[in-house]
């Protein structure tokens, strides 16, 4: 054995010194730590401001830090009229109602749109997505004074049906470039043996593009959960109201002020279950996102 071949045997069980970061490199650290601490500061703030007594939270000016801890502001969240379990069934039940529905029918939709020539397909993508450029608040009359008529008014279903209606154009264009990235070659391998338009969608396609059906329903659950005009203007009732509207109804405490540790309470409540289902998403939801942005 030569020399320089022992030489280089050494230099590789040599332990490899650690790259050093480029200044540039810290220069884009900084920046995402100073991001993300803008981001949690209101959510940081809001915890805190939930845990004082409803005085102290209503203290000007403001101490940042409680000097008591209290769950008195949960207690009266909990115990709110018709109850935050009430609230919370009637979000849930709206929100996978919506996911149902928008995942239903964009995912055929989409694949209609990737997949096939018809004459005028282009237009018909332009003309489905037009409603997402027209302000929805200008829907919601005619939609109110059509559900009135049918009975849908104070109906979680009637709700339901709205915000997939708002929700529905965007989740055709997710689906329709989840779609577009897959290979053709699956496709036409799948036509070769015999495969129906139905059976390529459901055994090939869908499970491909997993990515994109959770991003489907990650945008619909959160986009319904987080609605506040649609479900002020269709449930006028306790007992069909939802989050949103739970936010605007417990802020008043005694004597019209705004009870502030009560409405941080709230928020608390609402913004843990859209935290927990993203977290459990999120590479699915940044893979879908990213679906067709490469070819």
Same mark, same amino acid.
């Given at each position: 054995?030569?020399?320089?071949?022992?030489?280089?045997?050494?230099?590789?069980?040599?332990?490899?010194?650690?790259?050093?970061?480029?200044?540039?490199?810290?220069?884009?650290?900084?920046?995402?730590?100073?991001?993300?601490?803008?981001?949690?500061?209101?959510?940081?703030?809001?915890?805190?401001?939930?845990?004082?007594?409803?005085?102290?939270?209503?203290?000007?000016?403001?101490?940042?830090?409680?000097?008591?801890?209290?769950?008195?502001?949960?207690?009266?969240?909990?115990?709110?009229?018709?109850?935050?379990?009430?609230?919370?069934?009637n979000s849930t039940l709206?929100?996978?109602?919506?996911?149902?529905?928008?995942?239903?029918?964009?995912?055929?939709?989409?694949?209609?749109?990737?997949?096939?020539?018809?004459?005028?397909?282009?237009?018909?993508?332009?003309?489905?997505?037009?409603?997402?450029?027209?302000?929805?608040?200008?829907? +919601? =009359?005619?939609?109110? !004074?059509?559900? %009135?008529?049918? $009975? /849908? *008014?104070?109906?979680? &279903?009637?709700?339901? @049906?709205?915000?997939?209606?708002?929700?529905?154009?965007?989740?055709?264009?997710?689906?329709?470039?989840?779609?577009?990235?897959?290979?053709?070659?699956?496709?036409?391998?799948?036509?070769?043996?015999?495969?129906?338009?139905?059976?390529? +969608? =459901?055994?090939?396609? !869908?499970?491909? %593009?997993?990515? $994109? /059906? *959770?991003?489907?329903? &990650?945008?619909?659950? @959160?986009?319904?959960?987080?609605?506040?005009?649609?479900?002020?203007?269709?449930?006028?009732?306790?007992?069909?109201?939802?989050?949103?509207?739970?936010?605007?109804?417990?802020?008043?405490?005694?004597?019209?002020?705004?009870?502030?540790?009560?409405?941080?309470?709230?928020?608390?409540?609402?913004?843990?279950?859209?935290?927990?289902?993203? &977290?459990?998403?999120?590479?699915?939801?940044?893979?879908?996102?990213?679906s067709g942005a490469v070819?």
């Amino acid at each position: 054995m030569s020399a320089s071949t022992i030489a280089a045997d050494m230099g590789a069980l040599a332990p490899r010194r650690k790259r050093r970061m480029a200044p540039s490199a810290y220069l884009v650290v900084a920046a995402c730590v100073a991001v993300i601490a803008i981001m949690a500061a209101p959510l940081a703030f809001s915890f805190l401001a939930s845990i004082k007594s409803a005085a102290e939270a209503s203290a000007a000016p403001p101490h940042y830090l409680p000097q008591t801890f209290s769950l008195q502001n949960y207690f009266k969240v909990v115990g709110y009229q018709a109850g935050l379990a009430t609230y919370v069934g009637n979000s849930t039940l709206v929100a996978l109602m919506t996911i149902v529905a928008c995942v239903a029918l964009a995912a055929p939709a989409g694949y209609g749109l990737a997949r096939f020539s018809p004459y005028g397909k282009e237009i018909a993508f332009l003309v489905l997505l037009a409603p997402m450029m027209i302000p929805y608040q200008a829907l +919601l =009359t005619p939609l109110y !004074l059509d559900f %009135a008529k049918l $009975g /849908l *008014v104070n109906s979680r &279903l009637g709700l339901a @049906i709205v915000h997939t209606i708002l929700q529905l154009p965007f989740s055709v264009y997710l689906m329709r470039n989840a779609f577009e990235a897959i290979p053709r070659e699956i496709e036409d391998a799948a036509m070769i043996d015999g495969c129906s338009a139905l059976r390529r +969608l =459901t055994h090939i396609f !869908l499970p491909l %593009a997993v990515p $994109g /059906l *959770v991003t489907v329903a &990650l945008f619909a659950f @959160i986009n319904s959960w987080n609605e506040f005009l649609a479900a002020l203007v269709f449930m006028n009732r306790e007992f069909s109201f939802t989050m949103p509207i739970l936010l605007v109804s417990v802020r008043t405490g005694d004597h019209g002020a705004i009870d502030w540790g009560a409405l941080q309470a709230s928020i608390v409540f609402s913004v843990i279950p859209c935290l927990v289902v993203y &977290l459990a998403l999120q590479r699915y939801y940044i893979s879908g996102l990213l679906s067709g942005a490469v070819k």
